[in-house]
């Protein structure tokens, strides 16, 4: 029950401060995504439990509300997760550079569903090398700052939450 709790407060606020906040802080033409950063960071916490329903939740709320398909968030969002719950059991020794791998994948696929949407559904004429240069590692850059405060607060709220068994 304080997971669930813990869980709806911490969306809550995340998507309050990502509309109201972090989406307004730009850099070039990109803009940084703190729930994806959130996922990520929450995610890579070995003890977590129910994180596929954080991805899903998390993906189906921020569609609801963005510019973008809801499918795209929802997709990238569990594909975050998916990767963050692989590194957990693969790179435990460097959870930092684990976080920056799966932001700056999120963020890639992220950006790159949404450049070929907006090309073949809604026909806007994009270049791949401004996008990439304007929106893309610009973007990758914020979530990595807004990474390194996020992951270490994720990880004590984990702690927090699940503690680690006592060793007999």
Known sequence: MKALITFVLIVLVGL??????????????????LMLV????????????HAWVWGAVI????GGISGAPWYI???VYLGVMGLSRL???????????????VT???TLLMDLLIYFHRILF??????????????????ILLNFALALIVHPLMHDIANRLYPAEASA
């Open 16 to 33: 309050l401060l990502q509309t109201a906040m972090v989406s307004r802080m730009n850099l070039l033409s990109g803009s940084a995504d």
């Open 38 to 49: 959130l996922l990520a960071a929450w995610g890579l916490q070995e003890r977590v439990r």
């Open 59 to 62: 993906g189906l709320l921020v």
């Open 73 to 75: 968030y929802l997709a």
């Open 87 to 101: 590194l957990t059991r693969r790179i435990w020794q460097a959870p930092l550079l684990a976080m920056f791998a």
């Open 104 to 106: 700056s994948m999120g």
């Open 122 to 139: 809604e026909g806007i004429n994009l270049h791949f090398e401004d996008t990439f240069i304007q929106v893309i590692l610009p973007s």
